[in-house]
């Protein structure tokens, strides 16, 4: 027969007796228990890399990489988005001069007609589209207030479209294209003297 443990009873009415306890007898639950340091009377340490703790510092290094990873695709985007625009500038550049001269030659003419004005207007917003959307911030946000004044105006019927729409629209395209001149500017790299 095996002996677990052994167990003693104070008692006040009855002497101090022993009693053995069987391992067929104890529950299972109990003997599979693995004793703690406490149990045992040795002293407890403090371990920095217990499993409990390398699990959890695991899980957040986890999310950690996940959020890093979100980050750099991110900023890759960006920076492909502006590599873009670089080497579409001088495009947009010439695609916007010959909307401007074609809204000049629409307007100069002695008969305004609408609807060439709103169809070079329609091709125009296109492109200021792509420049909205890839562009440096001040260019990007001269564009976006261009298109938006594009977008009112387009929407009213064509014969409503007044030829001191068309001059203020023309204006603005002409700022953007200065905006752009300047990016060209920008992009080139002068030597240090």
Same mark, same amino acid.
């Given at each position: 027969?095996?002996?677990?443990?052994?167990?003693?009873?104070?008692?006040?009415?009855?002497?101090?007796? @022993?009693?053995?306890?069987?391992?067929n007898?104890?529950?299972? @639950?109990?003997?599979t228990?693995?004793?703690?340091?406490?149990?045992?009377?040795?002293?407890?340490? +403090?371990?920095?890399?217990?499993?409990?703790?390398?699990?959890?510092?695991?899980?957040?290094? @986890?999310?950690?990489?996940?959020f !890093?990873? +979100?980050?750099?695709?991110?900023?890759?985007? &960006?920076?492909?988005?502006?590599? !873009?625009?670089?080497?579409?500038? $001088?495009?947009?550049?010439?695609?916007? @001069?010959?909307? &401007?001269?074609?809204?000049?030659?629409? !307007?100069?003419?002695?008969?305004?007609?609408?609807?060439?004005a709103?169809?070079?207007?329609?091709? &125009?917003?296109?492109?200021?589209?792509?420049?909205?959307?890839?562009?440096?911030?001040?260019?990007?946000?001269?564009?976006?207030?261009?298109?938006?004044?594009?977008?009112?105006?387009?929407?009213?019927?064509? $014969?409503?479209?007044?030829?001191?729409?068309?001059?203020?629209?023309? $204006?603005?395209?002409?700022?953007?294209?200065?905006?752009?001149?300047?990016?060209?500017k920008d992009?080139?790299?002068?030597?240090? $003297?």
């Amino acid at each position: 027969m095996q002996s677990i443990s052994t167990i003693k009873a104070n008692s006040p009415h009855s002497a101090q007796t @022993s009693t053995t306890v069987d391992a067929n007898d104890m529950p299972q @639950s109990d003997m599979t228990r693995p004793e703690t340091r406490e149990e045992t009377g040795q002293p407890t340490e +403090l371990s920095f890399l217990s499993k409990d703790r390398v699990a959890v510092a695991a899980d957040w290094m @986890s999310i950690l990489g996940i959020f !890093l990873t +979100l980050y750099t695709a991110l900023k890759v985007m &960006c920076l492909s988005q502006q590599y !873009l625009f670089a080497g579409r500038v $001088r495009d947009y550049k010439k695609q916007i @001069s010959s909307h &401007c001269k074609d809204l000049n030659t629409q !307007l100069a003419s002695g008969q305004f007609t609408h609807a060439p004005a709103a169809a070079t207007l329609v091709i &125009c917003l296109t492109v200021i589209k792509r420049i909205a959307k890839t562009g440096p911030d001040d260019t990007r946000k001269n564009a976006k207030l261009i298109r938006q004044k594009i977008k009112i105006g387009l929407k009213q019927p064509a $014969r409503n479209i007044t030829r001191d729409f068309v001059v203020e629209i023309q $204006r603005e395209l002409r700022g953007l294209e200065e905006d752009l001149a300047h990016n060209i500017k920008d992009q080139k790299i002068t030597p240090q $003297r």
